[in-house]
């Protein structure tokens, strides 16, 4: 396990340093093999809204303009990687009381992947009303594998994910709408068109340092993403009506950006109120701004890098939901309002929660690819071998 931790680390400041320098970097050639058409230009009579929007500051309405401080103030928080028993006490501190200044419950989400993840803990995240999302399966050996990765192979990682997440953790597939690409590595045209053939409405995996502020807003692939493109190769082909949700940065205290919390270099020193003004400075630039979608993207492991960190999170949402406009909600429910973008209360009604019955098993099985046993707990009844990519059920021991 901390080998792993270490691991992790040294690929999020890996990560970072690819962020630093992004700009420097050219846009790399699509691997696409498909005969996609090149996106062209956008332009608003050609796109519009609810299945169009182009990329770019414009507010999600015309009629909006000035009147910023009327748009709701959305805030999404992520948590990407396994579900385990350690991260879910957390994740229960953490948005315990929360309820939006509509009476619903906030609710954040999860970008899961399969290794180590508690299909259990899973299932009862979904039924709180969290967004469950995908992550892949094997999240893969480092970026060259993403990069490289063409259309059947992003499909195969993400599409068996969905049916192990309706099979151990009992999450409709219809609510299963949104993807996070591992080292947020995309791979040109590919994983957008995987995702799109996978039936997903929107990918959030794509860092923007150029439109922090003021801070982009999620658009479709249609037309041509001005987006700058931090880890390339990004999509030039039409995807259309899928949605980019962009991972608008955060700066650190030496003015360097960070697409995650926790891939900041450069944190406040680890202390509650050092890091609560830094969160809230970071926040105002969308609040006191254009009110564009708030990411507060991050991986459970860091609420173990410094000791105040849990803490100061837990104290900035307490703040943040006191204000009477913004809301702690789900990525694809951002989608939902882009949609159809009001001033005042961003939805109609609260999101149901669903409701499912889920047995605990737990099992131990053996990971056919290595030989190493694996414990793991699933809704209902145990798998014959390890679940993996090309035996997302682990069905057959072949
Ligand atoms: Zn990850």
């Not at 923007?208 to 082909?237: E, F, H, K």
Request: proline residues 6%; contains cysteine; charged residues 20%.
């Amino acid at each position: 396990m901390f080998h792993r931790v270490t691991f992790r680390s040294l690929l999020l400041l890996a990560l970072c340093a690819a962020l630093v320098h992004g700009e420097e970097k050219p846009i790399e050639e699509t691997n696409s093999s498909l005969p996609l058409k090149k996106a062209e230009r956008c332009t608003v009579d050609k796109c519009q809204l609810p299945n169009c929007r182009c990329s770019g500051l414009r507010l999600p309405s015309a009629e909006f303009q000035g009147r910023e401080k009327e748009i709701p103030q959305l805030i999404t928080i992520t948590f990407d990687d396994a579900v385990n028993v350690i991260n879910y006490e957390q994740y229960q501190q953490l948005f315990q009381g929360l309820v939006n200044p509509d009476n619903c419950t906030a609710s954040g989400t999860f970008y899961v992947s399969h290794e180590y993840t508690d299909y259990t803990l899973v299932n009862a995240l979904y039924q709180q009303g969290h967004e469950i999302a995908l992550h892949s399966i094997t999240h893969g050996s480092g970026t060259d594998y993403w990069r490289e990765a063409d259309v059947e192979q992003i499909m195969a990682e993400f599409g068996q994910q969905i049916e192990m997440l309706e099979q151990f953790a009992k999450v409709n597939r219809r609510h299963i709408r949104g993807m996070r690409l591992p080292f947020l590595q995309i791979a040109g045209n590919n994983s957008f068109e995987a995702a799109k053939r996978l039936d997903l409405l929107y990918d959030s995996s794509w860092p923007t340092q150029r439109y922090r502020n003021p801070a982009m807003w999620p658009y479709t692939l249609d037309y041509r993403s001005v987006q700058d493109c931090q880890i390339g190769p990004c999509p030039q082909a039409s995807i259309p009506g899928f949605w980019v949700n962009p991972m608008v940065s955060w700066v650190d205290t030496q003015g360097y950006s960070c697409a995650m919390i926790d891939a900041c270099i450069f944190p406040p020193k680890d202390d509650v109120d050092a890091l609560f003004q830094w969160m809230l400075e970071n926040f105002k630039r969308h609040y006191e701004g254009n009110r564009a979608p708030f990411g507060m993207y991050l991986h459970a492991a860091w609420f173990q890098r410094g000791r105040h960190n849990f803490e100061a999170f837990r104290k900035f949402l307490l703040h943040v939901n006191k204000l009477p406009d913004v809301y702690l909600t789900t990525a694809s429910r951002v989608i939902h309002y882009m949609k159809h973008p009001t001033l005042g209360r961003p939805f109609h009604s609260c999101p149901k929660k669903p409701r499912t019955t889920c047995v605990k098993q737990n099992c131990a099985l053996r990971k056919v690819e290595t030989g190493e046993m694996r414990y793991m707990n699933v809704c209902d009844s145990c798998p014959t071998v390890y679940p993996w990519l090309g035996n997302p059920l682990g069905t057959t021991a072949y």
